[in-house]
């Protein structure tokens, strides 16, 4: 909840992302670890799952009563990113699609449905 008040600034900075951690950490961790954008690590395929017949199931998902009811997304706007990611990917283009914001709608809408 917190995070949720932070202003997007202080969360990224000049395409840096973790800007207020990094400034947190500063003496605290090893300044190349602190100051490391590079991305290690190993992600699912979550990029081909929001794709393809994948992405008429989030739109479904977007539209759902508790989803509209949240308020948090424009539906038409979030269509778009979803219709725009399933281009990147079917075109295999090296250019950076919409992954990450596809996992946390996904899971905001799991969130919003934890009964």
Known sequence: ????????????????????????????????????IKKTGWNAPAHLWFSGQNGDILKDLVRSQEVKNAGIYRIP?????????????????KKENHMMFLWQLTNIYFWLNDK
Request: hydrophobic share 35%; net charge positive; charged share 35%.
């Open 1 to 36: 909840e917190f995070m949720f008040r932070v202003p997007g600034t202080m969360k990224i900075r000049e395409g840096v992302t973790k800007h207020l951690l990094r400034q947190a950490m500063r003496g605290i961790l090893p300044e190349s670890t602190r100051t490391r």
């Open 77 to 93: 706007e979030v269509d778009k990113i979803i219709d725009e990611h399933k281009k990147i990917v079917a075109s295999k283009t």
